[in-house]
Nanobody, 114 residues
Framework: QVQLVESGGGLAQAGGSLRLSCVAS????????MGWYRQAPGKERELVAT???????IYADSVKGRFTIFRDSAKNAIYLQMNNLKPEDTAVYYC????????WGKGTQVTVSS
């Protein structure tokens, strides 16, 4: 089993920044494909960004140029640097490890005020 723990969420003003962290433990590899998803109230969970085993990133159009996903293999962690935040970025952000059937963290709340 893979355990994922997210942190770094909180309250930010529009235009501000936050950095999310996700630390993986258990039966995981530091080279697994992983990603960040988010779910806003009343909406479906959506992809934010992914990072492949070779550290190639993919971003949703809505966050391109503002968010950056990166990995620290030594810490078995991925991060999501979020800049120029917008109120529509408000959501619970989830980390996912794509190994096997996939594993999810419990999420961290990000709230952006206008």
């Amino acid at each position: 089993q893979v355990q994922l723990v997210e942190s770094g969420g909180g309250l930010a003003q529009a235009g501000g920044s936050l950095r999310l962290s996700c630390v993986a433990s258990g039966s995981t590899s530091s080279r697994n494909g992983m990603g960040w998803y988010r779910q806003a109230p009343g909406k479906e969970r959506e992809l934010v960004a992914t990072i492949s085993g070779r550290d190639s990133p993919i971003y949703a159009d809505s966050v391109k140029g503002r968010f950056t996903i990166f990995r620290d293999s030594a810490k078995n962690a991925i991060y999501l640097q979020m800049n120029n935040l917008k109120p529509e970025d408000t959501a619970v952000y989830y980390c996912c490890d794509f190994q096997g059937l996939g594993s999810w963290g419990k999420g961290t709340q990000v709230t952006v005020s206008s």
